[in-house]
C-alpha cells in the first residue's frame, strides 16, 4: 500500500514549513525522513493485521456456515425422528389394540437405546415387514441424531473461536488507524475519500477481460481505503483486485496471500506486465492493478483513496506479479 507517496510528502513539506514561522518555545516537529519513516512503518504493520483480519474473517465466515448447514441437518433429522417415534407409538397402540403386550412396547418407545429393543423383536418374528421398516429406520435415524448434533456444535465452537480471532485483530486494527489518523491530519495529508466518486474512464491499452477489469476499478477512484473493505462505497486493496477481476469474469480469493497463493501457477515477470496483471509488494502486504502504460491502480491505505499512480513511485521491492 505504500504507492504515491507524493501527496503524503508535499503535506509533510508544508507542515514543515508552518513551523519554521511559529514560537521559538514551540515542541519540535518531525522531519521529512523521521515523519515519513514513521508512517511507513505504520502502514507497513497494518498491511499485515489488515490482512490477517481479512484471514481470520473468511475462516469465520467458512466456519459459520458449516454450523448453519450442520444445525439445520440436524434439526430436520430431529424432525424425522420425532414423526417416526409418534409412528412406533401408533404400532404400539395398534398391537395392543390387537392383542399384543403393550408393557414391551411401552419400554421400546420410551428407552433411550431403542436398539437393544429392536434386536430383541427381530429374533420374535412378530413383526410384519412394514413395521420392520419403520422400526429400521427409527433405529438408523436416532442413532445419527447425536452424531448430528455433535458435529453441529463442534462447528459452532469452531466459529466462536474465529470471531475471537477477528475481534482481536479487529482491536489492533483500530489502534493503528488512529495512530495513521493523527499523523496524517498533523501533516495536512489525510484524505477522507467519497464514498459514492463516480471514478474516472480507463482508457488504456487493455482489452479483454482485462479492459472490464480497469473499467471497473477506475471507476471506484477517489472513494477511501477501509480495512476490510469490499465495495461499494470503501475498498481495501484485495478487496478492490477481487471485486475487479470478478468484473471480469474471474473468482478470486479474498486475501492478498490467498490470491498470491492462487496465482502460484499464473506468475509474471515484473518486466512483462500487462494490464490487468496484479503486482504485489513485498511481504505480500499490499496487491496493485498494472493499468499499463507505466501505471497502477490501487487501495493504498488508511487516509488515502483509491488512485491511479505511476508504479516508479512505489518505494519498496515488489514480490511479484500474477495473470489471472
Not at 205 to 223: D, I, R, T
Not at 309 to 314: F, M, R
Request: aromatic share 8%; with cysteine.
Amino acid at each position: 500500500m505504500r504507492f504515491g507517496r507524493v501527496p503524503v510528502a508535499a503535506g509533510i513539506a508544508f507542515g514543515l514549513v508552518l513551523s519554521s514561522t511559529g514560537a521559538a518555545t514551540a515542541d519540535p516537529k518531525p522531519t521529512l525522513s523521521q515523519a515519513k519513516a514513521k508512517l511507513e512503518k505504520l502502514n507497513d504493520k497494518a498491511d499485515k493485521v489488515v490482512d490477517r483480519y481479512n484471514t481470520a474473517t473468511e475462516r469465520y465466515d467458512k466456519a459459520k456456515s458449516t454450523y448453519v448447514k450442520l444445525n439445520d441437518g440436524y434439526k430436520r433429522k430431529l424432525e424425522t425422528v420425532a414423526d417416526l417415534h409418534e409412528q412406533v407409538v401408533n404400532m404400539a397402540v395398534d398391537t395392543y389394540r390387537l392383542g399384543g403386550d403393550l408393557t414391551t412396547w411401552r419400554g421400546f418407545v420410551s428407552a433411550d437405546q431403542p436398539e437393544n429393543f429392536l434386536a430383541r423383536m427381530a429374533l420374535t418374528g412378530q413383526m410384519s415387514q412394514e413395521r420392520a421398516e419403520k422400526l429400521a429406520a427409527f433405529d438408523r435415524e436416532n442413532r445419527g441424531l447425536k452424531a448430528e448434533r455433535d458435529k453441529a456444535q463442534d462447528a459452532l465452537e469452531a466459529a466462536d473461536k474465529e470471531r475471537d480471532e477477528v475481534e482481536k485483530e479487529r482491536s489492533e486494527i483500530r489502534k493503528l488507524i488512529a495512530e495513521q489518523k493523527k499523523l496524517l491530519k498533523k501533516l495536512g495529508a489525510y484524505n477522507p475519500g467519497n464514498p459514492n466518486s463516480v471514478g474516472m474512464k480507463y482508457t488504456g491499452p487493455a482489452s479483454g477481460n482485462a479492459a472490464a477489469v480497469l473499467q471497473f476499478a477506475f471507476a471506484q477512484v477517489g472513494k477511501p481505503y477501509v480495512y476490510g473493505g469490499t465495495g461499494p462505497g470503501g475498498w481495501d486493496c484485495s478487496g478492490l483486485t477481487q471485486a475487479a477481476w470478478r468484473a471480469g469474469g474471474v473468482s478470486l480469493p479474498r486475501t492478498t496471500w490467498q490470491q498470491w497463493a492462487w496465482g502460484a501457477a499464473r506468475k509474471v515477470p515484473i518486466e512483462s506486465l500487462q494490464p490487468g496483471d496484479l503486482i504485489f509488494s513485498e511481504g505480500l502486504g499490499h496487491v496493485s492493478i498494472y493499468a499499463g502504460n507505466g501505471q497502477i491502480v490501487h487501495a493504498p491505505q488508511t487516509g488515502d483513496v483509491v488512485k491511479v499512480v505511476k508504479l516508479s513511485a512505489y518505494g519498496r521491492r515488489l514480490m511479484g506479479a500474477i495473470r489471472p
